[in-house]
């Protein structure tokens, strides 16, 4: 191992702190990184250092290094501990500051990268929370995601009739600027509610993005409304040499290590899976959710029977002065409904898979989405609102047919 790599790789393992908190970790919590993933394998190297093994840590590493060449930070841990146990280790030992800057810069993205992971071992999320912005999703909605920027950690769903239930949490990367983007090329990774639009295989691709993508609909309703720009947000992986990316390393997608996108890529379904990203999760625990849910399904429901009630007047009530579909003002808008409403003759509507997501920041959002269907019918369209916060009342500001 070079010098230069040499002194990195201890700078690394000795910036980080091996506490009795993390030799506690030993007995894992719910929903942890899956057991005997490459990520797995090199938190046991640091759960036994914490535990005063460095033996057996030894050992750990060195098979994780035999078997996985292309994950840097464990093969920078595992040339640490030979240092360390031919007594080389003070020899080599360079101050961050006295590296060359590459090296420095190395040291310093390699570090973050580790204490995030091991942060993933020491920090989990509270048993059976869910993120705040999950307020409702229909059993027909298999999947939901979240990512927390403040930890590098995206945290996969599992939903059914009984509700979220946390399943895997994995590693990202996200901007080389950090965290909510506002333009075309400014290197940030957005922050807000978004959805999975399609499934791109690796043959579509370049090697650079892995086995494959899921695209985001990044710039959203709400997004576009605050005039931000840009195209082409997702999640994906990584070359096929090397595992994984430094913590700011993208030009604003979300990237996973490739065996993780993979299992995405397999299990989760376009259009209907929500993507949450948020400069870090507020988790809660779902009966705190009942309270948000019962406005947001009261404040669906008053529209729904506005626009069965057929009176325009009244359902134009719920809707912004600056509303928008894309290609309609309010005014528009208004003689879109008056047809829609007579072509209805005052037929009850019934709302299928109803899904509430919400989202605060300087403003409070909720996105609302729908299957209307028409009293005596099978099917109807599935329909999309956002809702935001004018004087203190909900108004809708975007409604549009997505599917």
């Given at each position: 191992?070079?010098?230069?790599?040499?002194?990195?790789?201890?700078?690394?393992?000795?910036?980080?702190?091996?506490?009795?908190?993390?030799?506690?970790?030993?007995?894992?919590?719910?929903?942890?990184?899956?057991?005997?993933?490459?990520?797995a394998?090199?938190?046991?190297?640091?759960?036994?250092?914490?535990?005063?093994?460095?033996?057996?840590?030894?050992?750990?590493?060195?098979s994780?290094?035999?078997?996985?060449?292309?994950f840097?930070?464990?093969?920078?841990?595992?040339?640490?501990?030979?240092?360390?146990?031919?007594?080389?280790?003070?020899?080599?030992?360079?101050?961050?500051?006295e590296?060359?800057?590459?090296?420095?810069?190395q040291?310093?993205?390699?570090?973050?990268?580790?204490?995030?992971?091991?942060?993933?071992?020491?920090?989990?999320?509270?048993?059976?929370?869910?993120?705040?912005?999950f307020?409702?999703?229909?059993?027909?909605?298999?999947?939901?995601?979240?990512v927390?920027?403040?930890?590098s950690?995206?945290?996969?769903?599992?939903?059914n009739?009984?509700?979220l239930?946390?399943?895997?949490?994995?590693?990202?990367?996200?901007?080389?600027?950090?965290?909510?983007?506002?333009?075309?090329?400014?290197?940030?990774?957005?922050?807000?509610?978004?959805?999975?639009?399609?499934?791109?295989?690796?043959?579509?691709?370049?090697?650079?993005?892995?086995?494959?993508?899921?695209?985001?609909?990044?710039p959203?309703?709400?997004?576009?409304?605050?005039?931000?720009?840009?195209?082409?947000?997702?999640?994906?992986?990584?070359?096929?040499?090397?595992?994984?990316?430094?913590?700011?390393?993208?030009?604003?997608c979300?990237?996973?290590?490739?065996?993780?996108?993979?299992?995405?890529?397999?299990?989760?379904?376009?259009?209907?899976?929500?993507?949450?990203?948020?400069?870090?999760?507020?988790w809660?625990?779902?009966?705190?959710?009942?309270?948000?849910?019962?406005?947001?399904r009261?404040?669906?429901?008053?529209?729904?029977?506005?626009?069965?009630?057929?009176?325009?007047?009244?359902?134009?009530?719920f809707?912004?002065?600056?509303?928008?579909?894309?290609?309609?003002?309010?005014?528009?808008?208004?003689?879109?409904?008056?047809?829609?409403?007579?072509?209805?003759?005052?037929?009850?509507?019934?709302?299928?898979?109803?899904?509430?997501?919400?989202?605060?920041?300087?403003?409070?959002?909720?996105?609302?989405t729908?299957?209307?269907?028409?009293?005596?019918?099978?099917?109807?369209?599935?329909?999309?609102?956002?809702?935001?916060?004018e004087?203190?009342?909900?108004?809708?500001?975007?409604?549009?047919?997505?599917?």
């Open positions: 191992m070079p010098r230069e790599l040499t002194a990195v790789a201890v700078a690394v393992l000795c910036g980080v702190a091996f506490t009795p908190a993390l030799s506690a970790a030993a007995k894992p919590r719910p929903a942890a990184v899956s057991q005997g993933s490459p990520e394998r090199l938190l046991e190297v640091y759960r036994l250092l914490g535990a005063g093994d460095s033996r057996q840590a030894l050992v750990k590493a060195e994780l290094a035999r078997d996985v060449p292309n840097q930070l464990a093969q920078l841990v595992y040339g640490d501990l030979l240092l360390t146990r031919r007594g080389k280790l003070d020899a080599v030992a360079v101050p961050p500051s590296l060359p800057a590459s090296a420095a810069a040291w310093s993205q390699l570090r973050q990268e580790a204490t995030l992971r091991l942060a993933a071992l020491t920090e989990r999320p509270p048993e059976n929370a869910v993120p705040r912005q307020i409702d999703i229909p059993p027909s909605t298999r999947h939901a995601i979240a927390d920027a403040s930890r950690r995206m945290y996969l769903f599992v939903n009739e009984h509700g239930r946390l399943v895997s949490d994995h590693y990202v990367s996200l901007g080389k600027l950090g965290m909510d983007k506002k333009e075309q090329g400014d290197q940030r990774t957005p922050l807000g509610v978004y959805f999975v639009t399609s499934r791109l295989g690796g043959a579509q691709l370049k090697d650079f993005y892995g086995p494959g993508a899921l695209e985001l609909n990044y959203n309703e709400y997004d576009r409304r605050r005039g931000k720009t840009g195209s082409g947000i997702w999640l994906h992986g990584v070359p096929p040499q090397n595992f994984a990316r430094t913590p700011q390393s993208t030009d604003g979300v990237v996973l290590a490739n065996e993780d996108i993979s299992h995405l890529l397999r299990d989760v379904s376009p259009r209907r899976t929500p993507v949450v990203i948020a400069t870090r999760i507020d809660v625990a779902p009966g705190q959710l009942d309270k948000e849910r019962g406005m947001a009261a404040l669906v429901e008053q529209w729904r029977q506005a626009r069965s009630g057929g009176d325009v007047t009244k359902l134009l009530g809707y912004s002065p600056q509303f928008s579909s894309g290609t309609a003002d309010l005014a528009q808008w208004a003689k879109i409904l008056d047809k829609e409403v007579n072509a209805g003759r005052g037929r009850e509507s019934e709302l299928k898979e109803l899904s509430i997501l919400a989202w605060r920041d300087t403003s409070e959002v909720l996105i609302v729908f299957g209307e269907v028409l009293k005596g019918q099978l099917t109807g369209p599935m329909k999309r609102q956002y809702w935001g916060k004087g203190g009342q909900w108004k809708i500001f975007f409604e549009g047919v997505i599917g």
